[in-house]
């Protein structure tokens, strides 16, 4: 298509949105010109259930429950005054509690005031932490984040030793709703026991975000923790940011949630329009459907030409997959959707994987976010009247330009800058989409039972862990995998038996020992004399 024609398509099916400092450009995806007519129907029904959801239907149908992540910025949309009521005061605790510490009202243990916050949670209560800290960390923050988003010893090791003696300065804050995920016990006590290293009460250091009267809630009440802040069964994981998930350890870090807030706020009211070519989430859910067949035919890659915006799209492959990627549609049928999202930065991306982009297989489309506002006072000139930030936006134009020549479709999001404003405009846009989207192709967005499947098959491992170590113990002698199975009676395992009882020998704190054969089925394992 020649420029000229691109550019009466771009003004035909640019969605701007200045209200919110928002335009999203898809006149480089490919689209019949009758496609947003053969899919109005199915958008306006999106549109009705999206309302159904805000007023508060049951949309998690496998735990009863509501999903109200958008009460969270606008609490007079909540189904009833016990809910506003929980949602504004949690948000007055927030702030009182973060003023007390910024004052040094609260201090550490030692008096010293607090300078870093270690956070401890997973998925959706790591995230979009991660998140936000990354993109709107400034040198006039407040305090520094850490993060233990795994049950990774070595990874656990390799956050303390970064702390150092900093962790006489440090608080804690400890995420997980039922209080009963693994990782997040696990780095609990990790960081439990780092305190007590250093000679430090944890219980001085502690905060926890978690659901009332949960195993962690009780744990911290008991032990006196600092402060206990709600988590609520109609905010999922993945869309739990603007809640206390999110927004505690922002406030400290010294982010200003208000503006966080009031642009997710905004961009609710944008996105709630029914008038689909002016709704960027509607007409980004549309694009999905196009790009992919509504099958999730193509991947999307994320591609923010801003540093600030690296790991938007490690946030929203949650955000998506977790809600996207179904086995079965609302009616039962087996379905198997998704959309696998990866991403990196411009122009990173153009010395990694653009090549492949280019030339290579054509299974993806991408979203492109370009940042208007290169930088806070004058930018230093790189070239003869051209500073760096024009370099990045030529890259970026370049890429794009090149992609569309090749057939490679793409859409742009631009905004005006990176602040908490504009955070809140993004997740809010992408949330918004994820939920169109999944109206459309008919699934659920808002349960995970393939996550659910995973924790209990892990748990299985474990408990299997632990009747082999009550075996071997009991025989005192060297055996194959194979043979323990058969002593267990479970033959069907000793696969598994075999790589728990590697990896326990690998770990020479664990008490096992592994005397190695040519073939494998042939090593034997003890317990270490």
């Known amino acids: 298509m020649e420029k000229a024609a691109l550019w009466t ?8 949105c200045p209200e919110i ?14 496609f947003f007519d053969q899919m109005e129907s199915a958008m306006q029904d999106a549109f009705s259930e999206m309302k159904q959801l805000e007023a508060g239907s049951i949309a998690n149908s496998d735990e009863g429950r509501m999903v109200g992540h958008y ?7 909540s189904p009833s005054d016990d809910i506003r009521q929980e949602i504004e005061a949690a948000l007055e605790q927030i702030l009182a509690f973060t003023s007390k510490i910024h004052s040094g009202a609260i201090t550490a243990q030692h008096g010293s005031p607090f300078k870093n916050i270690l956070i401890i949670g997973i998925g959706g209560s790591a995230l979009g932490p991660q998140f936000v800290a990354d993109a709107l960390a400034s040198a006039s923050n407040r305090m520094k ?4 988003d795994n049950t990774d ?10 702390l150092g003696t900093a962790i006489l300065e440090t608080m804690t804050v400890v995420i997980s ?7 997040t016990r696990n780095g609990m006590l990790e960081a439990k026991s780092a305190y007590q290293r250093a000679g430090l009460d944890f ?25 206990r802040f709600p988590m609520w069964d109609w905010v999922g994981g993945r869309t739990s940011i603007t809640s206390a998930v999110g927004l505690l350890p922002a406030a400290l870090q010294g982010i200003d949630i208000t503006a966080l807030l009031e642009g997710a706020k905004a961009c609710d009211t944008v996105t709630r329009r029914g008038h689909t070519k002016q709704n960027p989430a509607a007409c980004m859910a549309l694009m999905w459907h196009h790009a992919t067949n509504g099958r999730g035919a193509k991947d999307l890659v994320m591609l923010p030409y801003k540093d600030r915006l690296l790991l938007f799209s490690r946030y929203l492959q949650q955000l998506i997959m977790e809600s996207i990627g179904k086995e079965f549609d609302r009616s039962g049928a087996t379905v198997n959707q998704g959309l696998t999202v990866y991403g990196n930065k411009g122009s990173t991306d153009q010395h990694a994987y653009i090549q492949q982009l280019r030339e290579g297989v054509a299974n993806f489309f991408v979203t492109f976010i370009d940042v208007l506002k290169d930088r806070e006072g004058h930018s230093q000139l790189v070239e003869e009247g051209v500073p760096s930030g024009d370099f990045l936006f030529g890259f970026f134009q370049g890429t794009r330009a090149a992609l569309y020549e090749n057939g490679r479709e793409s859409m742009t999001i631009t905004i005006n800058q990176v602040d908490a404003f504009t955070v809140g405009v993004l997740i809010a846009l992408f949330e918004r989409a994820v939920g169109f989207y999944a109206s459309l192709i008919n699934i659920n967005a808002y349960h995970q039972p393939g996550v ?5 098959a892990a748990g299985a491992v474990i408990n299997l862990q632990k009747a082999v170590g009550e075996l071997l113990q009991q025989q005192q002698q060297v055996m194959t995998a194979d043979r323990i199975a058969a002593l267990l009676e479970m033959p069907e395992e000793a696969e598994m038996i075999f790589a728990i009882l590697r990896h326990l020998a690998a770990n020479p704190d664990r008490g096992i020992q592994m005397n190695s054969a040519d073939r494998i089925s042939d090593s034997t394992f003890g317990i270490i004399p």
Request: aromatic share 8%; glycine share 8%.
């Open 9 to 16: 398509r771009y003004q035909q099916h640019l969605c701007n």
């Open 21 to 34: 400092g928002l335009s999203l450009d898809i006149s480089r995806m490919k689209f019949s010109s009758s």
């Open 71 to 77: 009460w969270l910025r606008n609490p007079l949309l």
């Open 145 to 148: 984040p850490y993060f233990l």
């Open 153 to 162: 010893p070595d990874g656990i090791d390799k956050v303390f030793a970064e």
């Open 177 to 183: 709703k039922s209080g009963s995920t693994k990782e």
């Open 203 to 227: 219980s001085q250091h502690a905060v926890a975000v978690t659901g009332a009267g949960s195993e962690l809630d009780r744990l911290a009440r008991a032990e006196g923790w600092l402060e």
């Open 452 to 456: 659910e499947a995973g924790k209990k």
